[in-house]
């Protein structure tokens, strides 16, 4: 029987493996006109360390970000770091302001741990700290505007980082209690919850690269640690809102993923393989313990990691094992799946010599680009729409349909208003995203990345993701709408893809949309 079930399930894995590579880049799309549903939700994004400012002001403390970028203010292209960004802190009236320019449905951002418990723990909570977010969701609410609200977008307390920080098992705890502290104060108010954003990304960059802090580099060791952790975390705190929260107050908890496309860079078998398994241990190893049928990480990833190990002289396998409880925990543990989605890659397998141990050398692949993609200013951002629809497409199949939020999509550029790039990219990939829908992907609304130009981590301000520019020279902060943020406007109020719309004037005026009624909300 089980052999017939593992026959079964290989068929399925491949056919699906078949279909999405079928789907080629070409003849993917038509010319009929399809719109936004009514109960689409539109709105825009940005991150506490990336926009507040004010980083030791009124009670906070430091995060890992403000140690790493003090401690090496090299490592900031511009030299432009957080400690003031787009002084959100100060301006978040304006923020709101952009907000209701737009028109759009929602605002996601995030809090930072720090302004809220300054030693990482709930023994001294910080009262001006709540008081900004309480601030800015009234600000939000007065104007219909729909807090999404991001726990943790990267900025972890030093403290908590001193002793360990994802790497320890005991962050479980402490995320869990200082959620319990967000959501005592703010549950009443907010009603869409995102756990943790990337943490794809956390735990990759954190402890496999010196790119990020803690900068530790523990390679094939210290991200597998964490994906655990955070994961287990994640969890964690979905099960406190359901079991504490949901029945009063009728939120959502979800989770963010990068799921950025990836297809073999030819129909090689070789190149389908590896690009299979370098989405297995880059998304799998997210998403499976949480939407795939039998839980748990990829079985693929759990068999390489564990024979690396062993060839290494490693007494067990270097990714932890998820108990049965574990496994019964993540389980379903989330209302939606956050999507970040920016680019696509191709992927082929490599044969140069990795560092041992390391995720690298446990997965053996390397990355392109097709010539043909155009670039953002940031360099890993290349422009190929139909990857968002490949993208909800391979969820929906391999995770029978998930109800869906884009929570992040965005292009950088240069300084500058013109931003013809960014209005053209965020045209393309709606038009992706609407035939997504329409080829039955449970999206429920869709965030663009970002509301105003931030620091935009080590690229400091030299990459701008705004649909604002920020004047970071000037006194308050100068937020001035792009032509995208025109484009976006004018998209949210007509719920179609204009080809050749441009506006009138550059001026913005607050959006007609009416914000007296409620919208209507999905149901998530
Ligand atoms: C995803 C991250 O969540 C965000 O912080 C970052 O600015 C954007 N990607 C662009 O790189």
């Not at 009236?93 to 449905?105: C, F, S, T, W, Y």
């Not at 418990?117 to 505007?145: A, M, S, V, W």
């Not at 880059?282 to 190990?309: C, H, M, Y």
Request: aromatic letters at 14%; a negative charge; charged letters at 25%.
């Amino acid at each position: 029987m089980r052999n017939i079930q593992d026959c079964f399930c290989k068929m399925t894995y491949w056919l699906l493996i078949i279909f999405t590579s079928l789907l080629g880049t070409d003849g993917w799309s038509d010319n009929r006109q399809r719109k936004f549903k009514d109960d689409f939700l539109f709105g825009a994004a940005t991150s506490a360390y990336q926009v507040e400012g004010a980083w030791n002001i009124d009670g906070k403390s430091e995060s890992i970000w403000d140690r790493y970028f003090h401690e090496h203010p090299e490592v900031v292209v511009d030299g432009r770091n957080g400690d003031v960004g787009s002084d959100s802190y100060h301006q978040y009236k304006r923020d709101v302001e952009l907000l209701r320019e737009l028109g759009v449905d929602f605002y996601r951002f995030s809090m930072s741990w720090n302004r809220i418990l300054p030693t990482g723990f709930p023994n001294k909570i910080n009262e001006k700290g709540i008081q900004y977010y309480d601030n800015l969701i009234n600000e939000l609410l007065k104007y219909n505007i729909e807090p999404v609200v991001t726990l943790f977008h990267f900025d972890l307390p030093q403290t908590l980082q001193d002793l360990g920080g994802w790497a320890n098992p005991l962050c479980i705890e402490w995320f869990e209690e200082y959620a319990r502290v967000v959501f005592d104060k703010y549950a009443d108010k907010v009603k869409y919850w995102i756990t943790v954003n990337q943490p794809n990304d956390i735990c990759i960059e954190s402890y496999e690269s010196d790119r990020w802090p803690p900068a530790a580099e523990s390679k094939g060791i210290g991200p597998y640690l964490c994906i655990k952790n955070v994961m287990l975390a994640h969890a964690n705190v979905y099960r406190l809102y359901v079991n504490e929260y949901k029945n009063k107050y009728k939120g959502s908890v979800g989770i963010s993923l990068a799921v950025n496309w990836l297809e073999p860079l030819n129909n090689k078998t070789e190149n389908v393989e590896a690009v299979e398994l370098y989405r297995e241990f880059t998304l799998g190893l997210f998403i499976n313990p949480i939407w795939s049928k039998e839980g748990d990480f990829p079985q693929v990833v759990k068999d390489i990691v564990a024979k690396r190990s062993k060839e290494q002289g490693f007494t067990k396998s270097r990714l932890p094992i998820l108990s049965k409880q574990e496994i019964k925990l993540l389980k379903g543990s989330s209302d939606f799946l956050g999507i970040n989605h920016y680019t696509t890659s191709l992927v082929s397998p490599s044969s140069d010599e990795f560092p041992s141990p390391s995720i690298a050398d446990d997965v053996r692949v390397q990355l392109s680009k097709r010539s043909e993609w155009k670039i953002a200013k940031s360099p890993w951002l290349a422009s190929a729409p139909y990857g968002i629809y490949k993208a909800c497409i391979h969820i929906n199949l391999k995770y029978d349909y998930p109800p869906v939020f884009i929570t992040e999509h965005g292009w950088s550029t240069d300084v500058g208003l013109q931003d013809e790039d960014r209005a053209y990219n965020l045209r393309e990939y709606m038009k992706a995203i609407l035939l997504a829908i329409e080829d039955g992907t449970n999206l429920k609304g869709y965030t663009a990345w970002s509301l105003i130009d931030n620091v935009e981590w080590s690229a400091g301000t030299s990459e701008r993701f705004g649909l604002y520019e920020v004047d970071f020279d000037s006194d308050d902060k100068t937020r001035t709408p792009r032509l995208s943020a025109h484009v976006y406007k004018r998209l949210i109020k007509t719920r179609v893809v204009e080809e050749n719309w441009k506006p009138k004037s550059m001026k913005m005026k607050i959006s007609d949309r009416k914000f007296k009624e409620p919208e209507p909300k999905a149901e998530l």
